[in-house]
């Protein structure tokens, strides 16, 4: 299957950026600006083994698939064992938004401690999408815990952070502040009592799409997504939306984004991780293409771009 415009390697084959290097974007998202894609992840190339991060990297390509480095747009701190950033701290799932009003990118992200007790979400700014991103601090949204997380940007500007919550037991859906770096206080709770994670949302002809992973740590689980007419909810759970071998399985990877095609309007990629633990720098990226079916499914299959 071919989008029409990009062409990209055999999923799970090895990612190299301009310079030959692996590409280090690991749960990551990507935005759309100024006709450039903008790819921002976890930066696993770590030199020191106890570190967890070596930053946010950001990647920026104009065809999806050749990438150029444009380098740790938010590094880790060595010098403050109490900051968010420090190196033995947990940097996961950054994502990064523009905001029209105030002409700020804004990065969020998840921020933990090594046990996963400290449960934050953080929050950097920059003027330019390829940074370098400015660390404004960490919060518990809504007095709650915050682990794996996504935000997702309605047309008209709204934005919404969705994160698992309730030791996991239970996603939130929290609306941003109109400067996106705190929450006006208005939530929602979804899938309570369903340990879900990995939260990827999209939009489609006004309704709102969400694909989750179960809980099961590094290890690769079904797949399940949702529909809603509002961010807030109710959200409608609709199975697995993977088909195929290892359907049961998401191809043995995780979801961490869906990105949508603005040159192929209802075109759609699943981005998704392939965890290696023990060696979680060559990680592989699985991104599949995928549309809506005549009755309104999605059908996520393992399908080579030509």
């Known amino acids: 299957m071919s989008t029409g415009f990009i062409h990209l390697l055999e999923p799970g084959e090895p990612w190299l950026d301009s310079k030959g290097e692996m590409i280090q974007a690991h749960g990551g998202g990507v935005l759309l600006h100024g006709g450039r894609y903008y790819w921002f992840g976890e930066n696993r190339d770590v030199s020191r083994k106890e570190a967890k991060v070596l930053g946010v990297s950001c990647y920026s390509s104009t065809d999806l698939t050749h990438w150029q480095d444009e380098g740790v747009v ?70 709650a815990e915050s682990r794996d997380m996504t935000v997702f940007q309605d047309d008209d500007g709204k934005s919404y952070l969705i994160y698992s919550s309730e030791g996991n037991a239970t996603m939130h859906v929290a609306e941003l502040s109109d400067d996106y770096r705190s929450l006006t206080g208005v939530y929602c709770r979804i899938f309570e009592g369903q340990y879900r994670e990995a939260p990827a949302v999209f939009k489609y002809e006004s309704k709102y799409y969400m694909i989750t992973s179960g809980c099961t740590g590094w290890k690769s689980n079904e797949a399940q997504w949702a529909v809603a007419d509002s961010m807030l909810g109710p959200w409608r759970t609709l199975g697995n939306p993977c088909v195929g071998p290892d359907a049961e399985k998401t191809f043995y990877t995780q979801s961490t984004f869906v990105l949508a095609l603005e040159e192929r309007p209802g075109s759609f990629v699943f981005m998704a991780d392939r965890w290696k633990p023990d060696n979680l720098r060559d990680s592989r990226y699985i991104w599949l293409p995928f549309k809506f079916t005549e009755d309104g499914q999605i059908e996520i299959r393992w399908e080579t771009y030509e």
């Open 74 to 143: 938010l590094p880790t701190v060595y010098d403050n064992q109490d900051h968010d950033l420090y190196f033995t701290q947990v940097v996961e799932r950054p994502k990064v938004i523009y905001n029209h009003r105030s002409g700020e990118f804004v990065m969020i992200m998840h921020i933990d401690s090594p046990d996963y007790k400290y449960a934050r979400v953080g929050f950097a700014f920059s003027q330019a999408p390829d940074g370098p991103y400015q660390y404004v601090g960490s919060i518990r949204p809504n007095g």
